[in-house]
Structure formats: structure tokens, C-alpha cells
């Protein structure tokens, strides 16, 4: 069983590898908890596919299995069924403090029975991660909120439609604000929401059950509520952060891979980074062929989609580090993104931040160190910076990225990666 708390394990990585071969990937972490969210929405059964084998999932199963949904998951086959029966709106306690995601249950919530009870998220390593814009949102179609111990609790007498434009296009409020106003009397119109293919997904598939959703992909979602939402199947979109990672990896190595199961046009904007970078990059139907080249600086900012995603930042990082010159990135969604730093600069990285801007310059040799996964894509950025540095690095408090990537040591051994996962007490003997 997959424990998001376990942090017994380490990687031992030894650098050196450049990576070659294929790899085949699962669907995306950040849409397949959305989706699963969603059911809660469901007059029927939801069936998912293609659900990635990451710790994050069955916490999310527990989560809803607490709010009055059966679940019937099988990580190994992928799938998932979720069938809702009598729903309960306040969340079990610990609910969000083991996973961010279960934040999603606010607004499905919300709609379904017109109430949530939820732990307030706080922050965490990387930024401080509000939630106003989701409230405000629901205030705007009819809702009270009250904040009393360290919970907020959502009720709407009336659940009604509404013009909202979010301050800042954030991937949180316009899921939870659009799952509300599927359901919600009347027509919604949310301006300057987030596009990402992890929201198009979510919007593709409530219209699969039902809903009327027009915009999709858009900076502009026009919903117009509906009584209930029915069963589907549904299968989840390929993973592109995931995606983007063994890119890196291949490039960083000076490696040949070749990734299946993604969609090129996810990437539009880290391939442009990487071409830039000098990588020769091959796109086909659903697979990317990425091969390594002299690595040249290239200047970087990160924003919402179609902007270079900050998922991606910590391994761009990695390989900037390896290219010849200075590079510029620029973090402009999470503020304290940048905390792993700290962890290269062990390695020998020359990184010099002034505010929100890093400057990377390069090539660097980079030496094996001890370093700790900070969050999930600090985590994968710290096994890839073990693949290129000489010796041996050792990655602690690797269950956060079990939390996003599945079988993560067995897929870049494959590619030919000296990488393994050993109990922390190896490092004794
Ligand atoms: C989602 O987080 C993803 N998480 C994150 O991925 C991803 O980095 C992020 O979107 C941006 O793409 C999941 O999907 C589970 P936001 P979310 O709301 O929804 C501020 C990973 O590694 N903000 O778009 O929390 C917020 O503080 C994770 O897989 C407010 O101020 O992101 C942040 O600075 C990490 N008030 C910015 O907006 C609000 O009400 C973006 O947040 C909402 C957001």
C-alpha cells in the first residue's frame, strides 16, 4: 500500500547514465484527483482509467470513501469506480492535511448537497496557497462562509449562477467554482480562469455526464446549471508534468528517450525551452522522442497554462545547471518555489536568486550529496540531479514523490539509470 507519510526510504543514485530507451506514462496526477472528486457530483457510477499508480490516489479514495462514496480502485489495473450514495458534507478531519487535492471536494460538495465542512489548507513548502478566490467565488453564487477552528464550512441556502473573473487564473478555484455552478440554478460565466489540460479534462468529462460547459479551454467558461450529472466512463489524460520530467532527465543526461503516451501540444512552451536549450526534440501522435545536444542557456518564466509550468521549474533547474552560459527563471506562480536551491547548490550548482528570479549559470560539475525532497517535483528534480552529478547522491523523504510519480526508480532503471530504493538504515552499513 502506497503511504504518502512513509518516509523511511531513500534513493541511492549514481550519476553518470546518460538515460536511453522508452517509457510508457500514466495519466495525470493533477486531473485523475479532480475526476475523482467529481463523482461526488454523480447520479450513477463513474468509471475512471487510466489512474496513475501514485500514494496520492488512495488517500483521495479514502477521502471521498469518508464523504459517502464507494470506491473500488485497482492501482494496478488503473481504474477506479466510484458510485456515490447518501453524501456527507463535512470532511473527514484529516482529510486535507494529508492531501492538498481533497480541497477539490469543495465545490462538488457545495453543489450536490448546497454545504461543505473542510480543514482550512494551510500552506506548504512552496507558497503560501490561499484559498479566497475559491471562496469568494461561491459567495458570488449565493453561499455563506464561516471560518471557526481551523475548518471553513460553505452553505447555500439557494445555489444560483453568477458572473465571476478570478484575480489570478488559478487551477484550484476554477475547478472547485466550476464543479458548484454545473449544478447551480441558472447561468455562470467565470472569466480569467485556468486552462490547463487537467482542467479541460475535468470539463470534458461533467460534460460526458451531463453538463453544459461552453469555453472549454478558454480563458472563459460558460456553464449553464443543470438538475444532475449522470454515470460516464471516463479516461484520464496522459500525465504531462510527468511527461516533462523524463524529457529533462533525457536532455540533463545527455541521454535518447523516447516518451509514450503524452500529448505533444500539453508541451508546447517546455518543448519551445528545450529546442531553445539546444535538445533536438521528435514529436509523434501521442510520443516524444527527446535527444540530447550541447546545452545552451535559455531564459525561462514561469506562468499559468499555456505559460512554462512551475511543475516543471525544480527540473529545468537540473538541467540549466548543465548548459553552457547564464539562464534566467523566473517563478511567477508559487512565491517560495525556490527553495530547492538549497539542495543543488549542496551539489555545487552555481545559483545566485534575487527575488523571484534565479540566476543559473553553467555547465557545472556537479558532485553527489545528501539531499531531502522538498515536495513532490523538488523531489524528482533531486533524483535527476543525482543522475548527472559524479558519486553518489542519496535523496531522503522520497514518499513525496511516490505522491506524484508512479514506479519512479523502475522506470529510469529501465532507461538505464543506476538508481535504486533502499531503507534509510542502508545508508548505516
Ligand atoms: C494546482 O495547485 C496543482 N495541484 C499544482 O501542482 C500546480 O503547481 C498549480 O495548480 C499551478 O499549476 C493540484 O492540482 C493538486 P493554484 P493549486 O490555485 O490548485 C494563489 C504538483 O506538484 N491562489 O493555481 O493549489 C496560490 O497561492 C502541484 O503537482 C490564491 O492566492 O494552484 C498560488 O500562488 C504543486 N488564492 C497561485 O494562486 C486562491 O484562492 C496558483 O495557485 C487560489 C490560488
Known amino acids: 500500500m502506497l503511504d504518502p507519510t512513509a518516509s523511511t526510504d531513500v534513493f541511492r543514485v549514481r550519476g553518470g547514465e546518460p538515460l536511453r530507451g522508452t517509457v510508457r506514462l500514466s495519466g495525470a496526477k493533477n486531473s485523475a484527483l479532480k475526476l475523482m472528486a467529481a463523482s461526488l457530483l454523480c447520479d450513477g457510477e463513474l468509471s475512471l482509467s487510466c489512474v496513475p499508480r501514485i500514494a496520492d490516489v488512495p488517500v483521495m479514495a479514502d477521502v471521498l470513501r469518508g464523504l459517502g462514496v464507494s470506491v473500488d480502485l485497482d492501482l494496478h489495473a488503473g481504474t477506479c469506480r466510484l458510485r456515490p450514495g447518501k453524501i456527507s458534507w463535512h470532511a473527514p478531519a484529516d482529510a486535507v492535511s494529508r492531501i492538498r487535492a481533497s480541497l477539490s471536494c469543495l465545490g462538488p460538495l457545495v453543489g450536490r448537497v448546497r454545504r461543505a465542512r473542510l480543514a482550512l489548507p494551510g500552506g506548504d513548502r512552496i507558497g503560501a496557497r490561499g484559498i479566497d478566490l475559491h471562496l469568494r467565488g461561491l ?21 444560483h449562477g453568477a458572473y465571476l473573473t478570478l484575480d489570478f487564473p488559478s487551477v484550484g478555484a476554477t475547478e472547485n467554482l466550476l464543479m458548484a455552478a454545473v449544478v447551480a440554478e441558472g447561468e455562470s ?46 479516461e484520464t489524460c496522459p500525465d504531462r508534468i510527468e511527461a516533462g520530467t523524463y524529457a529533462m532527465a533525457a536532455a540533463a543526461t545527455g541521454g535518447d528517450v523516447v516518451i509514450e503516451r503524452v500529448r505533444p501540444s500539453d508541451l508546447t512552451l517546455p518543448l519551445i525551452k528545450l529546442r531553445a536549450a539546444g535538445v533536438a526534440v521528435e514529436e509523434g501522435a501521442d510520443s516524444l522522442r527527446v535527444k540530447a545536444g550541447d546545452l545552451e542557456a535559455v531564459d525561462v518564466v514561469t506562468l499559468p497554462y499555456p505559460g512554462f509550468p512551475t511543475d516543471l521549474q525544480p527540473q529545468l533547474m537540473v538541467l540549466l545547471t548543465q548548459a553552457l552560459g547564464t539562464s534566467r527563471c523566473t517563478e511567477n506562480v508559487f512565491e517560495s518555489r525556490f527553495s530547492f536551491v538549497t539542495e543543488l547548490r549542496r551539489m555545487g550548482a552555481d545559483i545566485e536568486i534575487d527575488g523571484h528570479h534565479a540566476l543559473i549559470r553553467g555547465p557545472v560539475r556537479l558532485a553527489g550529496a545528501t539531499l531531502t525532497a522538498l515536495d513532490v517535483r523538488a523531489g524528482a528534480a533531486a533524483a535527476l540531479a543525482g543522475l548527472v552529478a559524479s558519486g553518489e547522491t542519496v535523496v531522503r523523504d522520497v514518499h513525496h514523490v511516490d505522491r506524484g510519480y508512479a514506479d519512479f526508480v523502475q522506470r529510469l532503471a529501465s532507461l538505464g539509470a543506476d538508481i535504486e530504493r533502499a531503507p534509510l538504515e542502508s545508508l548505516d552499513g
Do not use: H
Open 139 to 159: 459567495q458570488a453564487m449565493g453561499a455563506t462562509v464561516t471560518e471557526l477552528d481551523g475548518e471553513v464550512e460553505v452553505f447555500a441556502g439557494e445555489l
Open 189 to 234: 460565466i467565470i472569466d480569467n480562469v485556468a486552462r490547463e489540460p487537467e482542467i479541460q479534462d475535468l470539463c470534458r468529462m461533467l460534460v460526458a455526464m451531463g453538463a453544459k460547459i461552453g469555453g472549454i479551454g478558454s480563458p472563459t467558461l460558460e456553464i449553464e446549471g443543470v438538475e444532475r450529472l449522470g454515470s460516464t466512463s471516463w
